[in-house]
């Protein structure tokens, strides 16, 4: 039986990881977070029960695959429908938003279907992929545990390896003569810098969302007005747009907060009220900025793949596809 090693516990790697399991393959799947979801964590603050989803907020299912995989969710109550409202926003006037499709989320946190798929799997988190070493036909894994600092190698070599990272950490990995390093080389994701608000009393706006323009931020998002979550405190999750990303990626919290809370008092045209809870997230490796639409890329001589939302499509729908397409096409191989 092939082994399987999968680098990265988002929501291409399980996907992968999961149709390969379903195959009769043994697969390990490893990640650096202290959990699974990777752009799809979301953020819980013990002390006072707040959660954010801090990275993915919601997305839309047009593929047949996805739909099928999407309705099975829905069965479940993994996922559900997100209603909003949903309006387009400048400076506190509101018109329609963009596009139609209906728009989905986890239950209770955007992590649910990552959680979902990864049940029932071998999944080892807090450990950094360091290192690929090729031992005859197989690979063997360096390792850096991260919640102990101890450097180790896996003890079972693997027959292939799915990296599902981003591009600019592939790189560092893969062996320099793949060819599967041109489309790492030429990949970018963009950053994202994310402020997380809690509010004593209700900003009483007429919409759960918005995609904002003319703005430091592109999107806000009330984390209670979607299906599943009850907080006294209303939450806000606001992202900065690419270009003031760029420009603030290495500025620290204390100076991103402010900046983002005028914006955020701009977009919605009013004054914010007290604030009982702020923190922030950089994504540094947050968004594709030119994918590739393929699904995922293979360089069978080395027994390589490499998938994710930047192989694909930049959205929570290109990841789940990324994964699909790259076990699919890796079980059409070894049959
Ligand atoms: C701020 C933000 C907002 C977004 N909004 C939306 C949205 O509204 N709708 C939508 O459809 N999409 C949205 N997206 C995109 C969506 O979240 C992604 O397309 C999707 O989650 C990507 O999944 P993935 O598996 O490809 O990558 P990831 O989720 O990034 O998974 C990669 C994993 O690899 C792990 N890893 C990295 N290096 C190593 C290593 N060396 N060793 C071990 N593990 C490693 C990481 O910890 C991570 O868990 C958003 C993303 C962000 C960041």
């Not at 997100?82 to 018109?95: E, H, I």
Request: aromatic residues 8%.
């Amino acid at each position: 039986m092939k082994q399987v090693g999968v680098i990265g516990a988002g929501l291409s790697g399980l996907t992968c990881a999961r149709i390969l399991r379903e195959a009769g393959y043994a697969v390990t799947v490893f990640d650096k977070g202290r959990g699974v979801a990777g752009r799809l964590s979301t953020r819980r603050v013990p002390a006072s029960d707040l959660q954010f989803d801090h990275g993915g907020q919601y997305f839309t299912a047009r593929n047949p695959d996805f739909r099928q995989q999407v309705e099975d969710w829905c069965e479940r109550g993994v996922v559900a429908l997100w209603d909003g409202p949903y309006v387009s926003l400048d400076k506190g006037n509101t018109s329609p938003p963009p596009g139609n499709d209906p728009r989905y989320v986890g239950v209770p946190g955007m992590n649910a279907m990552v959680k979902d798929l990864a049940r029932d799997l071998d999944v080892q988190v807090s450990l950094r992929v360091s290192g690929l070493n090729p031992i005859g036909n197989r690979w063997e894994l360096d390792l850096e545990d991260l919640a102990t600092g101890e450097m180790k190698r896996w003890a079972q070599p693997f027959d292939h390896l799915v990296l599902t990272i981003p591009p600019a950490q592939a790189t560092q990995l893969l062996p320099e003569e793949t060819p599967l390093q041109k489309q790492c080389r030429e990949a970018v994701l963009d950053p994202c810098r994310c402020l997380m608000l809690g509010f004593a009393e209700s900003l009483g706006l007429p919409y759960g969302a918005a995609f904002v323009q003319n703005n430091p931020l592109r999107w806000i998002a009330c984390e209670n007005s979607k299906p599943g979550r009850s907080s006294a405190v209303e939450c806000w999750v606001l992202h900065a747009n690419p270009e003031w990303s760029i420009e603030h990626v290495d500025q620290s919290h204390e100076e991103v907060v402010e900046p983002l809370k005028i914006a955020f008092a701009e977009a919605i045209g009013r004054d914010l009220p007290e604030i009982v809870h702020v923190s922030s997230h950089r994504w540094l490796y947050a968004i594709p900025r030119n994918p590739y639409s393929v699904g995922s890329f293979h360089d069978h001589d080395r027994q390589l793949t490499i998938c994710g939302d930047w192989c694909h499509d930049a959205r929570i729908e290109g990841a789940f596809m990324s994964g699909f397409t790259a076990a699919r096409q890796l079980l059409a191989t070894w049959s």
